[in-house]
């Protein structure tokens, strides 16, 4: 490949690594969030422990000197994950803050497994089998912020979350159905991750994030078809990739003028309507990667924010000199700094270098690497 390229385009794709197809979600270790909430001072007593289940050196815990036997516990941390624990263990020390219970084979959440735990904060159910939660398991959890459910067998949202919620990753569930008030009360949470379920449109009834304040939602891996309706109208990120939606209709993204990053790669988009990019004013970064598009959208021209758009893997077979920037000064407000083509049947000798005249810089360009 020769490295003399015209100014504006790049056949290389290697030289822009942040432009990269998005990966699918992948679940944080719960020492991630453990530590979020932990001064500096107590961060330097801990041993962080990157890799996902292990368990560390004991250290001595302030209190009552009892802890589940298996488990270790230290500086109101809890951790009883790889244990091949079939329920919740008993005698949880009361002032515990951080709770794991990832990687075991728990089936069921009993009313009293966590009474008297007022103090919990984080806890961590990934990779179970839970299938069953009794309505009032979370009551006493009256400060917990951050849930982790993912890889479990819920079928439905579970009733009663603690209203102090903050964050639910509920990721890779059997998840059908999303019940009108699901999130009832939930006033506090700005994250909802619940990608990787079973999930069609119809699944969600009117009403189901009623009341949500969310910032990022991410409902990627699922059997969407379209863009869901009435979702919080206070989303920042919106996350769709990897489903099975055929077009962006007009009124599609009307209520979601907050957005500053929108998923939809690896959809069956082969149309986006006109106009209906409009609506996001605020938008910074659209992935579009992975579809079935035969030209750049209309409307980016007019997005005075966007900054990056991933256009890669579609079929498209040129580019115009107005498909991305306006025509005349001082309308478009940031310069981007990322433009992904590559995988497209564009030849990039006929894209003139006027259309990335409202470009940063020619490495943020990506042609090439084609193949019928």
């Given amino acids: 490949m020769s490295p003399h390229c015209p100014l504006l385009l790049l056949l290389s794709i290697s030289l822009l690594p942040h432009l990269l197809p998005a990966l699918p979600f992948e679940q944080r270790a719960f020492w991630d969030f453990a530590l979020d909430s932990f001064d500096s001072s107590d961060i330097t007593m801990m041993m962080r422990d990157e890799e996902e289940g292990s368990a560390t050196d004991e250290l001595p ?30 005698n949880i020390p009361p002032d515990t803050k951080f709770l794991d219970l990832q990687n075991n084979r728990i089936r069921e959440l009993k009313e009293d497994d966590f009474k008297g735990l007022t103090h919990l904060y984080g806890l961590s159910l990934r990779n179970n089998q839970i299938s069953k939660v009794h309505p009032r398991t979370f009551v006493p959890l009256k400060h917990m912020q951050k849930l982790y459910f993912s890889k479990n067998q819920l079928t439905t949202i579970p009733n009663n979350l603690p209203k102090s919620l903050v964050e639910l990753r509920i990721h890779e569930n059997r998840i059908k159905r999303v019940a009108a008030g699901a999130f009832s009360g939930l006033t506090n949470m700005n994250c909802i991750e619940m990608g990787a379920n079973p999930i069609h449109n119809s699944g969600f009834e009117p009403g189901a994030f009623k009341g949500l304040k969310l910032n990022y939602l991410r409902i990627s891996e699922a059997k969407l078809t379209g863009v869901p309706k009435d979702l919080p109208d206070s989303l920042n990120e919106l996350h769709l990739d990897h489903n099975q939606i055929q077009a962006v209709e007009l009124e599609d993204l009307k209520r979601y003028k907050n957005l500053y990053r929108l998923g939809l790669g690896y959809n069956h988009i082969r149309n986006i309507e006109n106009g209906s990019l409009s609506y996001l004013t605020m938008l910074r970064e659209l992935h579009l990667d992975n579809n079935r598009l ?9 997005m005075k924010y966007l900054q990056v758009v991933y256009l890669h893997s579609n079929h498209i077979a040129q580019v115009g000199i107005d498909d991305f920037c306006p025509r005349g000064f001082g309308m478009k407000r940031t310069f981007y700094n990322g433009i992904s083509l590559f995988g497209n049947p564009v030849n990039y000798w006929e894209v003139q270098p006027a259309a990335f005249r409202c470009v940063s810089d020619r490495l943020a ?5 084609y193949k019928k």
Avoid: A
């Avoid at 802890?67 to 263990?89: A, I, K, M, N, Y």
């Fill in 294 to 302: 035969s030209r750049v959208p209309r409307g980016l021209p007019d």
């Fill in 365 to 369: 360009i990506q042609f090439g690497n």
């Fill in 61 to 90: 815990f302030p209190g009552p000197s009892m802890c589940p036997f298996g488990c270790h516990c230290r500086l109101r941390v809890v951790q009883c994950s790889d244990l091949g624990l079939t329920e919740v263990p008993k």
